[in-house]
């Protein structure tokens, strides 16, 4: 199984400052066709998850332009510039490249 | 609009069985291929497994693999999850999930059930 390394696990930020996730996977996530199926998304407290990005860098309808992502193969970056608060929850990357599809384990956004 | 509703969650004795259903409307079901994902209590996400389109095609996790089988009614627009031999670390809530054929990952989750198992 290919699995995605994930860190922090925790980050706690004022208002405004401008964060970064890691996420690494043990695996290139390059698919046969050329595609890089790396994805971010959002599980605020007590709901459901929700897509932020997908492939790497493409933002989902919706997301600000406050987030984007970054990587290539096996090492991939999230950021979030001028953070609010309603950016505060759990961040999750996955991958969809090989099966069995796999998911970091999650960096908690928490506002100072 | 896109709504998942997943139902048949409850507590379940190890070694039981419990059939999950997740209700699908907004979209043509039929086009979309779908996921079952699970979070146990305060842990991560964890992928189950999928369905092509039209059923013909499935995949589990090794960990479920002979004891889960997902399947669909598209006539219905309803994907199942019947899970067999039920052990304690299957404990988590159970989201469906559709796939997005563009992006290749999920685009629309459900608001998840909760499924525990227990003596």
């Known amino acids: 199984d290919v699995v995605m390394t994930q860190t922090p696990p925790s980050l706690s930020v004022a208002i405004g400052q401008s964060v970064s996730i890691s996420c690494k996977s043990s695996?290139?996530?390059?698919?046969?066709?050329?595609?890089?199926?790396l994805h971010w998304l959002l599980q605020s407290s007590g709901r459901s998850p929700k897509r932020l990005i997908y492939q790497v860098s493409n933002l989902d309808s919706g997301v600000p332009d406050r987030f984007s992502g970054t990587g290539s193969q096996k090492d991939f970056t999230l950021k979030i510039s001028r953070v609010e608060a309603k950016d505060l929850g759990v961040y999750y990357c996955a991958q969809t490249t090989h099966f069995p599809l796999t998911f970091g384990s999650g960096t908690k956004l928490e506002i100072k | 609009e896109v709504q998942l509703v997943e139902s048949g969650g409850g507590l379940v004795q190890p070694g039981r069985s419990l059939k999950l259903s997740c209700a699908a409307s907004g979209f043509t079901f039929s086009n979309y291929g779908m996921h079952w994902i699970r979070q146990a209590p305060t842990k991560g996400l964890e992928w189950v497994a999928s369905i092509s389109p039209s059923g013909g095609s499935t995949y589990y996790r090794d960990s479920v693999k002979g004891r889960f089988t997902i399947s669909r009614d598209n006539a219905k627009s309803t994907l199942y999850l019947q899970m067999d031999s039920l052990r304690s670390e299957d404990t988590a809530t159970y989201y469906c999930?559709?796939?997005?054929?563009?992006?290749?990952?999920?685009?629309?989750w459900g608001q998840g059930v909760m499924v525990t198992v227990s003596s």
């Open positions: 695996q290139s996530l390059v698919y046969s066709d050329g595609k890089t199926y």
């Open positions: 999930a559709r796939w997005d054929n563009y992006a290749y990952y999920f685009d629309y």
